[in-house]
Each structure stands twice: as structure tokens, then as C-alpha cells.
């Protein structure tokens, strides 16, 4: 599986925190979120790390995440320190080593109460959160990985030249076309626009996609499996990175056969999200001065619907 939740917004459960992370630094991204059938979304997130405390294992560091979408702002917080994450699993290995993990969450409701909830459990730590159709999704298999071209993004007065990452995965569910030659698959699509100079999470821009990908039908019926080449180009029309691998991009659809999927400028996607940096800082304060509560039972997150694999 790949956690869609990742590009959808920031989202305190599965962020990784580098250990040496400075108090006062500060974070604000841009989310753009389209999906079909669904109203556009459009909000901003701040990430600040408001305090430090404990020491040798124990030691670690508060957040505080402000999200502001149509008037409305949620305010939460979160204790970082070593060790495995439950939301991360095993995948991630011995990364959690060396970084900073959500180990406390607490969240400030309308009344002014500060709740904390336990984590780990399913649905945990977002007690009220949407289930995106994205989440229901599962991709199998190896995920491609390319470098794409170096691209330089700014945020408020700062200029950050990034390395950049395209990870691309095919869906496991298949749906008849019109021409019985071939089915559609899904494919997802995440590009991050890294540098380790942007303060607490390392990335100035993620973007992913999920779009369609027609693939051609075997004799039994099974669709051929994906192409070795990376069918999908960089969804992001206005950086140097998506313009500078079109034609590497359109040279391997035409090679495999198999025509891309799509996306923006006229092509068809069914999800994207994009969060891009939009200033950073170094003086960040708690918002939140309130002792916490623990969570009445009644208020504990309802479970996730689980995949059917």
C-alpha cells in the first residue's frame, strides 16, 4: 500500500521528524486537492516546532499543527520522539532510527479543550477525519522510482533548489474498456521536490496523482503487466522538472505501447493533491497553553474501513 494520506495535507501520524530538529522552526504549505465527483479543496497548514524536552532516548520535540480551510482552524499537537511508528509499519525500518515519530497527540476542540488521544489505534489520531475514495485504493507490486531534472522553488523571500523524485505504482483492481483489447488500471503518481534546508519535513512541494492507464488484455483475460518504463510524466505543469521530462516521457509511452495516463492540460485524473511551501521561519510560540484531558471513550475514533485484499 501507499499512504495517499501523505500528499493529501500535512498530517501529524505520519510524519517522521528529523532528531535534531530546532525549536522555533516553522513551516507553511498551500493544499490543492481535486478529485472527480468531488468539490475542490483548497486550505493552508502551518507546522511549528514549539518546544524540546526530556533527554538521551526519551528526548523530543512538541508540534503544533494549524490547518485553515473556509473560515474554519484546527489546531493540533503532537509529542515527537525515537522510536517505531504503528502508523508507518514496518516499511520503513530502521529510518525510524535515526528520526522522530508521533508518540502523543492531542487535538483543541471549538469549546477550548484540549483532548488528548491514544495512538496507534485504527482510525487514530484524526478523530474526525474524512475517509478519502483514495484510501480505499490499494496499488501492489514495486514502485518505480526516478530522479527527474533538479527544479528550484521559492517560498517567501527563500530560494530552495530541490532534487526531484517520481515514485509511480499501478492499481490492483482492473476495470473493463470499451475496446475489449485492453483494461484500465489505475496509477498513482507521487513527485516530491526535496532539500534538506526546509525546515522540519525536508520537502518544498509533493504532489500525487491517481489517474487511468490503459493496458492491453492477455488472451485469458488478465491485463498485461505494467511497463518497465514509467508511463506517467511529472504532473506539475509550471516547474522545470515536468518540462524538462515530457519528451524522455512521450519517448517510453511510445516505446511500450502503452498510452500514458493522464492528468492535467486537458487529461483526464481522478485525484490529485498538491502541497507547496509557501514561507518558512524561525520564531515560532505555543499556541496551545491548555493542560490536556484524555479522551472519553465515547469520543475515540471510530475504526477505518478495512481494504479487502
Not at 45 to 66: F, H
Not at 147 to 170: I, M
Not at 171 to 187: H, I, P
Not at 197 to 216: C, D, F, K
Request: charged share 25%.
Amino acid at each position: 500500500m501507499v499512504g495517499t494520506s501523505q500528499a493529501q495535507s500535512v498530517k501529524l501520524r505520519v510524519l517522521t521528524i528529523p532528531s535534531d530538529v530546532q525549536p522555533g522552526s516553522w513551516i507553511s504549505y498551500r493544499i490543492q486537492v481535486d478529485s472527480k465527483n468531488r468539490p475542490p479543496r483548497r486550505f493552508t497548514q502551518r507546522l511549528a516546532v514549539v518546544a524540546r524536552e526530556g533527554s538521551g532516548d526519551e528526548a523530543g520535540a512538541w508540534l503544533e499543527l494549524k490547518t485553515m480551510e473556509a473560515g474554519r482552524t484546527r489546531i493540533e499537537r503532537g509529542f515527537f520522539a525515537r522510536g517505531e511508528s504503528p502508523d508507518r509499519g514496518h516499511s520503513q525500518g530502521a529510518e525510524t532510527t535515526a528520526h522522530l515519530v508521533l508518540r502523543r497527540y492531542q487535538m483543541l476542540t471549538s469549546d477550548g479543550r484540549l483532548i488528548e488521544y491514544p495512538i496507534g489505534g485504527e482510525g487514530a489520531p484524526m478523530p474526525d477525519e474524512d475517509i478519502s475514495a483514495m484510501d480505499l485504493l490499494e496499488f501492489t507490486g514495486t514502485a518505480k522510482i526516478d530522479s527527474l531534472a533538479p527544479d528550484t522553488l521559492s517560498a517567501g523571500s527563500q530560494v530552495f533548489p530541490c532534487r526531484v523524485e517520481r515514485v509511480t505504482r499501478y492499481g490492483k483492481d482492473q476495470w473493463a474498456a470499451e475496446d475489449t483489447t485492453f483494461v484500465n488500471r489505475a496509477v498513482m503518481t507521487r513527485t516530491v521536490w526535496r532539500n534538506p534546508a526546509v525546515p522540519v519535513t525536508g520537502y518544498a512541494r509533493s504532489v500525487l496523482e491517481v489517474a487511468t492507464a490503459r493496458l492491453p488484455t492477455l488472451s485469458r483475460g488478465a491485463a498485461a503487466a505494467p511497463p518497465e518504463t514509467t508511463p506517467a510524466r511529472s504532473m506539475a505543469p509550471d516547474s522545470t522538472a515536468a518540462r524538462s521530462t515530457a519528451v524522455d516521457s512521450t519517448a517510453a509511452d511510445s516505446a511500450t505501447r502503452v498510452p500514458p495516463p493522464v492528468g492535467p492540460e486537458g487529461q483526464r485524473f481522478f485525484y490529485r493533491a498538491a502541497v507547496t511551501l509557501l514561507d518558512v521561519g524561525d520564531d515560532a510560540v505555543p499556541e496551545i497553553t491548555q493542560a490536556p484531558e484524555l479522551a472519553p471513550e465515547e469520543a475515540l475514533p471510530r475504526p477505518k474501513p478495512k481494504v479487502i485484499r
